[in-house]
């Protein structure tokens, strides 16, 4: 009799076990796939967005003048950049350009209801005022939501400023979002206030953000930073330290700003003078930003900066011009008045070779 040797038993059972459990694992990843998706991919994709915006899409931007595109941009790009946050840390320290290039966008909006109104009241028209200046309102209004989200995540990222301690900046990006934090503070409470509603905004935000600048390097940032400080002593009762005047800091700031291409400082200075009814020096900051635009070119890294201070001197302009006309400033003639006299010509009669 031949005797065939069988397999064990448990040899089999065994195998079909080890099958089981792997068929077993596998169904768990695919069903639990989302969360292994945001742990992994999403993270991964969320930190590689946030590093590449901050190392070179901001600084790209930076270097072109286009502020249309920088607007348009941040209002269609916040949302997605922000929704990493959800699967990795929050982009604090982007958030705060977003927002604040965000907020230009509504402010510019409220800047063009404004001259509206003002075209409006000119021609007589009171219901075409009304309605701009209502609309007015609430474009502030979501320009002062914006301008407190950037402070917020500014606050969240380098701490609360004002405080005497200084963050530590890894590079010259870092320190200028910084920068650009104290900015958005500033923008929110002047815009809450130009809205006429109530957003949150602290009311110490101008005297918090005039002690922050110390952390920056003045002669570094074009003057922008003792600019800053100074518009907050002129605007703000009291807060102009002993022996010091704020006016004279912010000449000393336009020419830094105006030898490094980054006319920031005129923009600080135009509203330091209109808070204080100043309208000849207004008009001396315009005609001076006009003509350091044909004397000096904008600083090739920091162009989009120079380019936004030149839009909200002409904001400026613009405005006088149609209270007193009814018009935009004429293109071409940043820097003149519907008042300026016309220049002597001299004159040489003709009779006597006739």
Known sequence: MTYVRMPAREALPVRIRAKGLLAALLA???????????????????DVMQGFSRNHTVPYLMANDDLAMGCAMSEATAPLLMSFGRVTSEPDQLAVMLYLSAGGCAE??????????????????????????????????????????????????????????????????????YFAGLLSGLQALNAEIQSTSAIGVPKNVGSVVARATSCLDNDKWWGAPMAL??????????????????????DIADEQGEAAG?????????????????????????????ESLEQMPSNDQWQFVDAMATNMIVAISDRLWVEHTGHRTPMGQLGTFWDDQPENVETMSLDGLL
């Open 108 to 177: 510019e909006l409220a800047r063009e209801h404004g001259l509206a109104a003002l075209a409006a009241m000119h021609a007589m028209n009171g219901n075409a005022a009304e309605d701009a200046m209502i609309r007015q309102q609430r474009a502030y209004a979501l320009a002062a939501e914006r301008y407190f989200s950037a402070w917020k995540h500014h606050n969240a990222h380098y701490g609360e400023p004002g405080t005497g301690e200084c963050p530590d900046f890894d590079d010259d990006m870092d320190e200028f979002i």
């Open 229 to 250: 400080r100074a518009t907050v002593w002129a605007m703000i009762p009291g807060a102009q330290p002993q022996g010091e005047d704020a006016f004279e800091r912010l």
């Open 262 to 290: 980054v006319r920031l400082s005129h923009v600080f200075h135009a509203i330091a003078a209109t808070n204080k009814g100043r309208s000849d020096l207004v008009r001396s900051v315009i005609r001076e930003h006009a």
């Open 28 to 46: 768990t990843v695919m069903l639990s796939g989302c969360g292994v998706v945001n742990k992994m991919i999403y993270k991964t994709t969320g």
